[in-house]
């Protein structure tokens, strides 16, 4: 989605802001823009297209003096993507410019109200609608106005202002969309995420909903909507540059998938205590968990994908009751909570629209909230009542790959618990269990070192293939899911995941010659079944590549292609064979020379609804 970046201090603000949004590139965008203030005027530079574009336009930042400033990527939501649409946006007399992150929607109503009082308007966005209200209300007091717009402004907004008339200020507020502030000796900051400004400072603050900040050149002062001071502590943001770089690799999404074995190690490990599972954060008692009815996941995209693996092994492993929900669904749909539920939020970024509405909706019905959270110090993180982190580190990558397999670790950790808590395992199992899970990291780390050439010629020969059909039962149903996400968003091809048993029932009409079907055959109890399934695919001309467990012979017999995993146990075959199908689509992907760090139309971090 959009990213923000503000900067004020001695050094000229233009390179900043352009160095600053390269490093939110990757949450996806269609145009950028600058808008930089050198003390009697404000000078906007604005264009669709790459970063590249806007950094040619201004020869890399020189046209644009002055050591105050505001930049954008847009990802186009009001307005088609184009010039005009892009922010920052002015007020007519060119005397503010804002740039804006989320969605306004009442927008309409304010901007005919704006049009009677004699208001024209440039853009087709939501956003010069703040623009002009600012305008319409400010007497002089940055401060005041700002107050006052937020009390007509409906929606989401993260925003940050100049004002010609104050060449050493720089505002910002924020209501259901991330900001933070950055303090550093080279000046102070602005942003919508944390890579933006981490070449600069790691001290940071969250602002929060409502909050008003003021930079100046000396410092940062946070107020509330009634203008009161605020006193806010900073905190230290523990990445540093080099785990948000590419690191000789061609892609992020090829670092992150490298990453894995690391990452879900760090989640996993600081939560074995002499040989038993113990997570602190949850601070749920036992008999908390002993009483518990219900369960709902909630989340989006592939978290929603980690979800329904969630309630596989839960219900499995545990024998509670789960429902999983897709966040834009939960929201509206009124569930029944139970006395003893509990809600988990997933959530890599910890700041989708959705899963964040999603959690105050189980909230206002007292219910219980665990957050399942990668980024520290996230909306989700700070709003959930407890906080379990994935340890996957920064991911750049629109297609998520580490955050998504420790979103997994971290449904067998709470499944694993819950179990021994509730006794619904004995010593030995648990025993057994834990040391597979224990396992994970390193054949994580064996299958990338021993599958990637085979998949590389695999991919290869799959790049011109333009529908593909992803098949499985139990979980590997949610396996497919998540594969079928994956080969869809960067490689652009067509594909679609199907419980197997229901491929008869209407898709397997799509079914012909040299279609690609790739089957998972990991759930012992169910191989025969889906075999079947692939056997009718086949006999309709389907080309079949399998993803097996060593020792499976069945799949040899009726697939063209066979990839084979460790033998692991069921519960947790998922987080091996997902690595093979996050592969195949980056292969594919790269094969077919797609950008595909940043795929079209897609975000990372889905901050609207
Ligand atoms: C976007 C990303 C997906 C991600 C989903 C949920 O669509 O492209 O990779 O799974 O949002 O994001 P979250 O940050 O809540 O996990």
Redesign the pocket.
């Known amino acids: 989605m959009c990213g923000i970046v503000g900067y004020i201090g001695c050094n000229q603000a233009a390179p900043i802001l352009l160095e600053g949004l390269t490093k939110l590139e990757y949450r996806?965008y269609d145009s950028a823009g600058l808008a930089v203030c050198d003390g009697t005027r404000i000078h906007v530079s604005k264009c669709k297209g790459r970063l590249k574009v806007l950094s040619e336009l201004t020869k890399g930042g020189e046209t644009l003096k002055g050591t105050l400033g505001i930049g954008h990527t847009r990802w186009a939501t009001h307005g088609a993507p184009s010039d005009t649409n892009s922010h920052p946006h002015y007020n007519t007399n060119e005397t503010i410019a804002v740039v804006h992150n989320g969605i306004i929607e009442n927008y309409n109503k304010i901007k005919s109200r704006l049009c009677e009082k004699g208001y024209r308007f440039q853009s087709e966005t939501d956003t010069e609608v703040i623009v002009q209200l600012l305008d319409r209300y400010y007497t002089g007091d940055p401060l005041a106005a700002i107050s006052k717009i937020m009390t007509k402004l409906e929606g989401s907004y993260a925003l940050g202002i100049i004002f010609k008339d104050y060449p050493d200020e720089l505002y910002a507020v924020r209501r259901d969309n991330p900001l933070i502030v950055g303090v550093s000796e080279e000046g102070n900051f602005i942003a919508s995420d944390v890579p933006a400004i981490l070449k600069y400072t790691r001290k940071v603050f969250y602002v929060e909903n409502g909050e008003i900040v003021r930079l100046t050149r000396e410092g940062t002062q946070f107020f509330n909507s009634d203008l009161e001071h605020l006193a806010k502590e900073a905190s230290i943001v523990e990445w540093d540059m080099a785990a948000a770089e590419k690191g000789g690799y061609e892609h992020f999404m090829l670092k992150e998938i490298y990453e894995q074995p690391k990452a879900v190690k760090d989640t996993l490990h600081p939560r074995i205590k002499d040989g038993k599972i113990v997570i602190d954060e949850l601070n749920m008692n036992e008999d908390d968990i002993r009483k518990l009815e219900k369960i709902f996941i909630v989340?989006?995209?592939?978290?929603?994908?980690a979800g329904m693996t969630g309630k596989y092994v839960i219900e499995d492993l545990a024998r509670i009751p789960v429902e999983v929900d897709l966040?834009s669904e939960f929201r509206y749909r009124n569930p029944i909570y139970p006395k003893n539920t509990l809600t988990i939020i997933?959530?890599?970024?910890?700041?989708?629209a959705d899963?964040l509405a999603a959690l105050r909706e189980a909230k206002k019905n007292n219910c219980r909230v665990l957050g399942i959270v990668?980024?520290v110090g996230s909306s989700?993180a700070r709003e959930a009542d407890n906080v379990m982190y994935t340890w996957a580190g920064p991911e750049i990558a629109?297609?998520?790959t580490k955050?998504?397999s420790t979103?997994l670790t971290a449904m067998y950790l709470l499944a694993l618990h819950f179990a021994w808590i509730r006794q619904t395992l004995d010593r030995d199992k648990y025993d057994a269990l834990l040391k597979e899970l224990l396992s994970i990291p390193g054949r994580i780390e064996d299958i990338i070192k021993k599958n990637t050439t085979e998949i590389q010629y695999i991919a290869s020969k799959f790049v011109a293939v333009r529908d593909c059909f992803f098949i499985g039962r139990g979980n590997d149903y949610s396996a497919a899911l998540e594969g079928s996400?994956k080969l869809k968003?960067i490689s652009y091809i067509h594909s679609e995941a199907y419980p197997a048993g229901e491929l008869k029932h209407g898709p397997i009409a799509l079914i012909e010659e040299g279609t690609l079907v790739i089957g998972l055959l990991t759930q012992e109890k169910l191989n025969k079944k889906t075999a079947s399934n692939i056997v009718e695919v086949k006999s309709r001309g389907a080309f079949i590549l399998s993803i097996t467990c060593e020792g499976d012979e069945e799949a040899d017999r009726i697939s063209d292609l066979v990839i084979k995993i460790p033998a692991v146990d069921r519960h947790f075959t998922i987080s091996l064979s997902v690595i093979i199908l996050q592969l195949i689509a980056y292969y594919i992907a790269a094969c077919k020379g797609i950008d595909l760090d940043k795929p079209r139309n897609?975000?990372?971090?889905?901050t609207v609804e």
């Open positions: 996806g989340a989006c995209g592939s978290a929603y994908h966040a997933i959530s890599q970024s910890g700041e989708t899963s990668n980024v989700i629109v297609a998520t955050a998504y979103q996400l968003e897609l975000a990372k971090s889905v």
